[in-house]
């Protein structure tokens, strides 16, 4: 199994452009989840699925939109992109049920000039 | 306020100390993560605490969580090298448990000279 794979793995926009981040899962969650970790702030959730055709807004979704048309796949868009979105993004996943262990992908380092 | 705090926010050990990291709220965990990452990488996990007094440990890394559950703690033994890292906690702070959004900390950055 390939795990939670993300692409790309770097980007760098300017200011004003749109851009789609790739997340796949091959594990069979239902769970998935977005975050951004910004430096020394942690992990903030941005949006988040329990299923097909199921989204929600986690802490820090203004700047983003998502959507879930499969299991495995689960990508994030960003529409005028701003510095302030400058980060690291991270796709996790988990099965849904109690533990919720969520299991991460490598991450996309994003710049916006 | 950060409502998962770690600490300290970083540390720097000789190869073969032992050393440990906290996790604390004010609030109930109700199921605490604990995570590494690598510099550019993805977050590992570690391990996962849920009932107070929970103790759980793998090869060289204790991960325990207070009777009261609010504060978790983190320890290696004889560290080395490859235990280098930030090392993450996430919680579950939701009453009533079972639920799948994680508050992280900020993280602590270990560094371990040879």
């Known amino acids: 199994n390939a795990g939670v794979t993300q692409t790309p793995k770097f980007r760098i926009l300017k200011i004003g452009q749109s851009m789609t981040l790739q997340c796949a899962q091959d594990m069979n969650h239902n769970y998935m989840y977005w975050y951004r970790q910004d430096p020394g702030m942690g992990l903030k959730l941005i949006y988040y699925s329990v299923g097909a055709g199921i989204t929600d807004k986690g802490e820090v979704p203004n700047g983003y939109n998502v959507s879930r048309s499969t299991t495995e796949d689960f990508p994030l868009r960003l529409e005028l992109a701003a510095p302030s979105q400058t980060s690291v993004y991270f796709c996790?996943?988990?099965?849904?049920?109690?533990?919720?262990?969520?299991?991460f992908g490598p991450g996309t380092r994003l710049t916006v000039t | 306020s950060q409502e998962l705090e770690q600490s300290p926010q970083s540390l720097i050990v000789q190869e073969g100390k032992n050393l440990t990291i906290n996790c604390t709220s004010s609030?109930?965990?109700?199921?605490l993560y604990w995570y590494k990452q690598k510099y550019g990488e993805g977050l590992i996990f570690l391990m996962m605490l849920q009932k107070g007094g929970e103790e759980k440990s793998h090869e060289k890394i204790t991960a325990k969580l207070d009777e009261k559950k609010q504060q978790s703690s983190l320890h290696i033994t004889a560290s080395q090298p490859s235990h280098a890292g930030i090392y993450l906690c996430g919680a579950d702070m939701n009453s009533g448990g079972s639920n799948y959004k994680l508050t992280f900390g900020k993280g602590t950055l270990l560094t371990v000279n040879p």
């Open positions: 996790a996943s988990s099965y849904g049920v109690y533990p919720y262990e969520q299991y």
């Open positions: 609030k109930t965990l109700y199921g």
